[in-house]
């Protein structure tokens, strides 16, 4: 079964895309969720991090206290170094297990990651789709969803690939500046592509 890795930079509309795949039926999975779930209280990975950074980087609750890790592996690039080689093959692994879902017929399923270029995700993909919007909208869009100041918005975008990159290496590229019909229209045409291509 192929796994088509579907990325987009920030308030591209990867979210409203994604649901007009699994609307078609098809398997999808959200690497963020993923991510999520992996640092749960009593998981090894959230017991290595709490070893590692100190009982505080948790909050009261026991569960990660993700803005004060935020802060440490941001300003800090060996942390970060660290926890990316505590969690990648660690979610890697669970990726892959929520991937193949039992009793499922389509040829293919969908891996929603935000930085599917960015992080070694994109070797367990076959097929790269990209959700793209010019930049300003990304920004009108953020804005408006995660009352983020425009600034704030703005170096989020700067540390993802630039969009051309990204443009670059996709291999369908899903342009989500029109009007939701035609965004539709794109995605049944793209879906009956693959049904085909992966057949």
């Known amino acids: 079964m192929a796994i088509v890795g579907l990325t987009g930079g920030i308030g591209s ?23 999520r779930e992996v640092v749960e209280p009593g998981t090894p990975a ?16 026991g569960a990660l206290d993700r803005a004060k890790l935020r802060t440490i592996v941001f300003e800090t690039p060996d942390e970060r170094e660290w926890l990316e ?3 990648h093959p660690i979610i890697r692994e669970e990726l892959s ?4 879902p039992d009793n499922y017929s389509l040829p293919y399923v969908l891996l929603v990651t935000p930085l599917l270029f960015e992080t070694d995700q994109h070797q367990i993909v076959d097929y790269a789709l990209v959700v793209d919007v010019p930049v300003d909208v990304q920004i009108e869009r953020t804005v408006a969803r995660d009352a983020n100041s425009r600034e704030q918005v703005e170096r989020i975008i700067a540390a993802q690939m630039p969009r051309d990159q990204r443009c670059g290496k996709a291999d369908a590229i899903i342009d989500n ?19 085909v291509d992966f057949a």
């Open 85 to 87: 080689a505590l969690l």
């Open 177 to 195: 500046n029109r009007p939701h019909v035609d965004v539709e229209r794109q995605v049944h045409e793209l879906h009956k592509k693959m049904l």
């Open 97 to 100: 297990r929520q991937l193949k």
């Open 13 to 35: 509309g990867k979210s409203t895309v994604v649901r007009m795949f699994g609307d078609l039926g098809v398997h999808w999975i959200d690497a963020d969720d993923v991510a």
């Open 46 to 61: 959230l017991k290595a991090i709490a070893e590692h950074f100190g009982a505080d980087i948790l909050d009261a609750a």
